[in-house]
């Protein structure tokens, strides 16, 4: 089970950088470019991009095919922008991550993104992250939050669940590193060899521990094991599958192995087989 349970961190960890790093950034220079037209209504204090729209902040860079950048004015002129809503063909690129999606709305004050859309996903190398309704990022609180049939690819891997979230701290880099990767409801995590099914799951970046509670189901080819939870050490390589309380007492976990099955023996005396010829014309 150690492969599996570290996928959660491979791919909950990189959308990240992509939604929270204008946050960083906020006290640097907004810059807007579109194809068409940039609108200024000074009444409603907003700057209106349309066709093939480039926004700029920092190392992000957001494109769209409209923008409405909402701002307040300061003082000697200063434009501060509290809110860019883009529509149609957003994508959110903070190298080497991206983020795509129909809609997004992005807070600058509070580093909070929203994405939006049918064609929902979070990429980075050859691991993909979708989702049906929305994935947020709060950078208040430092979580990431994936809704809607999420679900995670990295190469022939897959991991979903009903909703995937991750909290995030600074590293001794003084980097954001994802520091608990959670799953809730329906978490099927499939691999090459076996697939891991559960209700619930944790995973806690430091500790390098892994716990999948509820109805946790392991299959590997025709073997399985069954139990209500399971703890993984990713250090040490070793898993526990426990029932309900401890498996010595009141709850009982199941393991069912199969052995390889030998092939079948000709029987003594019987006719071999034909060999096919083919037809002549």
């Given at each position: 089970?150690?492969?599996?349970?570290?996928?959660?961190?491979?791919?909950?960890?990189?959308?990240?950088?992509?939604?929270?790093?204008?946050?960083?950034?906020?006290?640097?220079?907004?810059?807007?470019?579109?194809?068409?037209?940039?609108?200024?209504?000074?009444?409603?204090?907003?700057?209106?991009?349309?066709?093939?729209?480039?926004?700029?902040?920092?190392?992000?860079?957001?494109?769209?095919?409209?923008?409405?950048?909402?701002?307040?004015?300061?003082?000697?002129?200063?434009?501060?922008?509290?809110?860019?809503?883009?529509?149609?063909?957003?994508?959110?690129?903070?190298?080497?991550?991206?983020?795509?999606?129909?809609?997004?709305?992005?807070?600058?004050?509070?580093?909070?993104?929203?994405?939006?859309?049918k064609n929902l996903q979070?990429?980075?190398?050859?691991?993909?992250?979708?989702?049906?309704?929305?994935?947020?990022?709060?950078?208040?609180?430092?979580?990431?939050?994936?809704?809607?049939?999420?679900?995670?690819?990295?190469?022939?891997?897959?991991?979903?669940?009903?909703?995937?979230s991750a909290s995030f701290?600074?590293?001794?880099?003084?980097?954001?590193?994802?520091?608990?990767?959670?799953?809730?409801?329906?978490?099927?995590?499939?691999?090459?060899?076996?697939?891991?099914?559960?209700?619930?799951?944790?995973?806690?970046?430091?500790?390098?521990?892994?716990?999948?509670?509820?109805?946790?189901?392991?299959?590997?080819?025709?073997?399985?094991?069954?139990?209500?939870?399971?703890?993984?050490?990713?250090?040490?390589?070793?898993?526990?599958?426990?029932?309900?309380?401890?498996?010595?007492?009141?709850?009982?976990?199941?393991?069912?192995?199969?052995?390889?099955?030998?092939?079948?023996?000709?029987?003594?005396?019987?006719?071999?087989?034909?060999?096919?010829?083919?037809?002549?014309?």
């Open positions: 089970m150690k492969k599996h349970l570290l996928l959660a961190v491979l791919f909950l960890a990189a959308p990240r950088p992509a939604l929270a790093a204008p946050a960083q950034a906020s006290q640097q220079p907004v810059t807007i470019s579109a194809a068409k037209s940039l609108t200024w209504d000074r009444k409603a204090k907003t700057y209106t991009a349309t066709k093939d729209v480039i926004a700029t902040q920092g190392k992000v860079t957001l494109r769209s095919d409209t923008l409405t950048a909402h701002y307040i004015s300061g003082r000697n002129g200063a434009a501060n922008v509290t809110t860019l809503d883009a529509d149609g063909g957003v994508t959110i690129t903070a190298p080497p991550y991206t983020a795509a999606g129909d809609h997004a709305v992005y807070r600058v004050k509070t580093g909070n993104a929203v994405l939006t859309g979070i990429t980075s190398g050859k691991s993909i992250l979708t989702a049906q309704d929305r994935i947020e990022y709060n950078s208040h609180d430092g979580t990431m939050t994936a809704i809607g049939s999420p679900k995670a690819v990295k190469g022939p891997d897959t991991l979903t669940a009903d909703v995937l701290t600074k590293n001794a880099a003084g980097k954001m590193t994802a520091r608990t990767i959670t799953a809730h409801g329906h978490v099927v995590i499939k691999t090459v060899s076996e697939t891991a099914m559960g209700d619930n799951g944790v995973y806690n970046t430091t500790t390098q521990k892994a716990v999948l509670t509820g109805n946790v189901r392991v299959l590997q080819g025709k073997n399985w094991l069954q139990g209500t939870r399971a703890d993984v050490d990713m250090k040490t390589g070793i898993s526990r599958l426990s029932g309900k309380g401890d498996a010595a007492t009141d709850g009982r976990v199941t393991g069912t192995f199969y052995p390889q099955q030998r092939k079948k023996q000709p029987v003594a005396g019987a006719p071999a087989a034909m060999p096919q010829t083919k037809a002549r014309n």
